[in-house]
């Protein structure tokens, strides 16, 4: 049995971590679904600029749209947007089997917005309106000023996909986020049955503390942090708070792996997705991950409940001189900028060849 059916069967959904028109246009994705039990996708700012950047695929999208005057943002929302449809409904009838639970896809805010709650809120609004599917996340960063936004969104009714989750105090802050907007959902009588994730983010920090530390302990840094974090999201599902909101009718914000390529070259390249296994999560992963997951993935044992050995290992990383809360912070602000400088990239790609179709004549240059 490949793995990628055992982690199904364990009750773990895997998710694709990447968009493109080709993929949609040439069959690959009803492939994985088909053949490597993947029940969903995310997609965000780096994924696109390197989609709509990677060859013509999207020309015929950007000239029909430049003709009745879209761009900048609105264009790129709009040629997003129709990707997500496509999967959106591709993955529907995993929605409905599995009662809304699986099949979502995931687009984001503008990263410009990470530090601004209100216009957060405002581009959730509009991106939910504007999607106009019931299986489509919007992405909101996990930030400070994030964190607001999730739970208005949340008491909006609008589903919601945390991103930019590093800790398992930012996870905490986004989970605590969600549970407030589930309850006042429930104080003002309105349905509490409002889908989340929420993405905590792994590799990075083997890159970022690998340089710091001795041989032992490299490549165990994300995965103790993913083993803390699962910890708390069981206490969370244990807790008297949720068991109420639960018998009210909500459903639990599952926990999503992110960043789960292998970074390191001389570490397994199924690593993370082998050391995550673990029931009522999510793990959404790169497509060279997914095709090594298929051919030679190797799920260990289920995460324990209680975390395992991530405390003695979080402890040896800080003897080791990382301070895991400063670089937390400093990992979750290098990811949106990282996002705020992919988006500002794929904007001006969609503006060269907006200029690059009119010089063909092929349509007018609308700035």
């Known amino acids: 049995m490949k793995a990628t059916q055992q982690l199904h069967d364990l009750g773990q959904s895997l998710w694709l971590d990447n968009i493109t028109r080709t993929l949609l246009d040439d069959g690959t994705l009803a492939r994985y679904i088909a053949e490597d039990s993947i029940t969903g996708l995310t997609s965000n700012p780096s994924i696109f600029d390197a989609a709509i950047g990677g060859g013509d695929a999207y020309d015929a999208g950007i000239h029909a749209k430049s003709l009745v005057g879209l761009k900048g943002e609105e264009l790129f929302m709009e ?50 309106a504007q999607a106009r599917r019931p299986n489509l996340f919007v992405k909101i960063p996990g930030t400070p000023e994030g964190v607001p936004a999730i739970e208005e969104a949340i008491f909006r009714g609008i589903p919601i996909n945390v991103t930019l989750l590093f800790s398992c105090a930012q996870y905490l802050a986004a989970a605590e986020a969600y549970l407030r907007g589930i309850e006042r959902r429930v104080a003002a009588g309105l349905d509490p049955q409002v889908a989340s994730v929420a993405s905590l983010f792994i590799s990075r920090w083997d890159v970022a503390a690998n340089p710091q530390l001795p041989a032992n302990l490299r490549n165990a840094l994300g995965i103790a942090v993913g083993k803390q974090s699962y910890r708390a999201y069981r206490e969370l599902l244990a807790s008297p708070r949720w068991q109420k909101l639960a018998a009210a009718g909500a459903r639990p914000q599952r926990l999503l792996w992110a960043s789960t ?68 912070l400093k990992l979750q602000q290098d990811g949106a900028d990282a996002f705020v400088k992919s988006w500002k990239q794929l904007l001006q790609r969609i503006v060269d060849k907006q200029a690059a179709l009119a010089a063909k004549g092929k349509e007018p240059v609308s700035r």
């Open 79 to 128: 040629l997003a947007l129709e990707d997500l449809r496509r999967a959106a409904d591709l993955f529907k009838p995993v929605f409905d089997a599995t009662h809304q639970v699986d099949g979502w896809v995931s687009m984001e805010v503008s990263p410009l917005l990470a530090a601004d709650t209100a216009g957060t809120i405002a581009a959730a609004d509009a991106i939910h």
């Open 261 to 328: 390529g292998t970074k390191d070259p001389n570490a397994p390249d199924t690593l993370y997705v082998d050391a995550l296994a673990a029931p009522d999560t999510v793990d959404t992963i790169p497509e060279k991950t997914l095709h090594a997951v298929a051919d030679h993935g190797r799920p260990g044992a289920v995460l324990p409940p209680d975390g395992g050995d991530a405390d003695a290992v979080l402890a040896a990383v800080a003897k080791a001189g990382v301070d895991t809360d400063a670089l937390a």
